[in-house]
């Protein structure tokens, strides 16, 4: 990937078409679209990011309210929490697109994750649930890094169910989506057919088109 591509962050309105990761983690992490060729980032607020986390179901939707109301209340700083999320999704962009190209590990990246991974403990605890033990959220809206606690929680956990052989970014040109491929066949290539899968169908059909009419 292109590190030296400068990100426009952009007013977005989210639709169900942009949640195709699969998982809530790669949904995050593709809340930057074009890390290719003109990456762009749709989270322009943390209000934003908090109507993001609603889309996803990521924490209970009352607590989810109560931190829209405090935000809106102007009760809490909201951009240094802000800034760390955004940090912390290029650093799962990072671990995520070595593991799907199998290249090395940054220990440092490691290191920075384990913190985070740590911290997110506070806002979890062990519950029982008939005859089995289950993760229930146990955070409040007066902690403004409870989303970012939430994610490093589900990344780590995604991270060592590593499904080596679904997990895939998208081949689209200006797209490098993450997404887990759930087709039977395993052979899904693109974020979605009706975009980046039918865009890169029709540069094919025109290349061809070029040539054979070059050949002629």
């Known amino acids: ?17 942009d949640f195709i990761g699969g998982h809530p983690v790669l949904d995050f992490i593709n809340t930057v679209t074009g890390r290719d060729e003109q990456p762009q980032d749709w989270l322009d607020s943390y209000e934003k990011l908090v109507s993001w986390a609603k889309k996803v179901d990521l924490l209970p939707l009352d607590t989810l309210t109560d931190l829209s109301k405090k935000i809106a209340e102007n009760n809490v700083e909201t951009e240094p929490a802000f800034l760390q999320l955004k940090e912390l999704r290029e650093e799962l962009f990072s671990l ?14 490691l290191e920075q994750l384990e913190k985070k991974w740590h911290a997110s403990y506070s806002i979890h605890r062990l519950v029982k649930i008939n005859d089995k033990i289950a993760v229930s959220i146990n955070g409040s809206a007066a902690d403004i890094l409870l989303i970012e606690k939430r994610i490093i929680y589900l990344a780590v956990e995604l991270a060592c169910q590593f499904p080596t052989n679904r997990l895939r970014i998208c081949k689209g040109t200006n797209c490098s989506w993450l997404f ?6 395993g052979r899904r290539c693109w974020c979605d057919m009706k975009t980046c899968g039918n865009t890169s169908k029709a540069r094919r059909f025109m290349v061809k088109k070029k040539l054979s009419n070059t050949s002629s």
């Open 180 to 185: 887990l491929d759930s087709s039977k066949a």
């Open 1 to 17: 990937m292109k590190d030296s591509l400068t990100v426009k962050t952009t007013d977005h309105q989210f639709i169900d078409a």
């Open 96 to 109: 995520f697109y070595s593991l799907i190209s199998k290249q090395a590990l940054s220990a440092e990246l």
